[in-house]
């Protein structure tokens, strides 16, 4: 099932903002909300940002810049994908906007094609970053749930030590290994040592376990 998105515009040209909405609604979803600001003050002001979003900007505009804007958010600690679009900015802005982390930046004119393909490019790739923090979540809960000893036995089979080598180092019999082994493996969620190992390697679980 897809999820919500959202997109925002802002640009002080009405005309822009007006086709922007109209090209967003016929070649949308249905599951993305638009919103459109005047101003980069307005957008701030009202503080609107859920996510997944893109935010649409017009890098040239009166009072606060796309650019201004842009370092604001970023100063507030809001990564939304930056979409530029402009018409006449100075080579300089666009590449300290691309340097700051913006998706892309479209001169006007540009096929709204175009621009529909940079939104759902960076719409996509939030919904994937989603899913990966969905998913390092999950997996930090399940080994929170391990018990310190499971963690031991974790740690020293992510390192590709053997079972019996495990039971030497902690004083234990390769039988109590065998039994931790299957209980971590089920809170887990997994069922060899290749995915132990590849799950320790993706979600940095490789370090001792804190007492």
Same mark, same amino acid.
């Given at each position: 099932?897809?999820?919500?998105?959202?997109?925002?515009?802002?640009?002080?040209?009405?005309?822009?903002?007006?086709?922007?909405?109209?090209?967003?609604?016929?070649?949308?979803?249905?599951?993305?909300?638009?919103?459109?600001?005047?101003?980069?003050?307005?957008?701030?002001?009202?503080?609107?940002?859920?996510?997944?979003?893109?935010? !649409? %900007?017009?890098?040239?505009?009166?009072?606060?810049?796309?650019?201004?804007?842009?370092? *604001? @958010? +970023?100063?507030? &600690? #809001?990564?939304?994908?930056?979409?530029?679009?402009?018409?006449?900015?100075?080579?300089?802005?666009?590449?300290?906007?691309?340097?700051?982390?913006?998706?892309?930046?479209?001169?006007?004119?540009?096929?709204?094609?175009?621009?529909?393909?940079?939104?759902?490019?960076?719409?996509?790739?939030?919904?994937?970053?989603?899913?990966?923090?969905?998913?390092?979540?999950? !997996? %930090?809960?399940?080994?929170?749930?391990?018990?310190?000893?499971?963690?031991?036995?974790? *740690? @020293? +089979?992510?390192? &590709? #030590?053997?079972?019996?080598?495990?039971?030497?180092?902690?004083?234990?019999?390769p039988a109590t290994v065998k039994i931790f082994k299957?209980?971590?493996?089920?809170?887990?969620?997994?069922?060899?040592?290749?995915?132990?190992?590849?799950?320790?390697?993706?979600?940095?679980?490789?370090?001792k376990p804190k007492t």
């Amino acid at each position: 099932m897809e999820s919500k998105s959202y997109i925002y515009i802002v640009d002080d040209d009405d005309s822009m903002r007006v086709s922007l909405e109209r090209a967003f609604l016929s070649g949308g979803t249905g599951l993305q909300e638009i919103h459109a600001f005047e101003s980069a003050q307005q957008f701030l002001s009202d503080s609107p940002i859920d996510s997944p979003a893109v935010l !649409v %900007l017009d890098m040239s505009m009166p009072g606060m810049t796309g650019l201004q804007l842009q370092e *604001a @958010l +970023l100063e507030r &600690g #809001k990564n939304i994908p930056i979409v530029f679009i402009s018409g006449d900015s100075e080579k300089a802005d666009i590449i300290q906007g691309l340097k700051n982390g913006a998706s892309d930046f479209l001169l006007k004119p540009f096929p709204l094609s175009q621009l529909l393909e940079a939104v759902n490019k960076a719409l996509n790739l939030e919904f994937e970053k989603e899913k990966a923090q969905g998913t390092q979540k999950a !997996v %930090l809960e399940a080994y929170a749930s391990l018990t310190y000893r499971e963690k031991e036995v974790f *740690a @020293l +089979l992510a390192q &590709g #030590k053997m079972s019996k080598d495990v039971a030497e180092e902690l004083g234990i019999t390769p039988a109590t290994v065998k039994i931790f082994k299957a209980n971590l493996m089920k809170k887990l969620g997994i069922d060899s040592i290749a995915d132990l190992v590849q799950m320790a390697m993706s979600h940095n679980l490789l370090a001792k376990p804190k007492t």
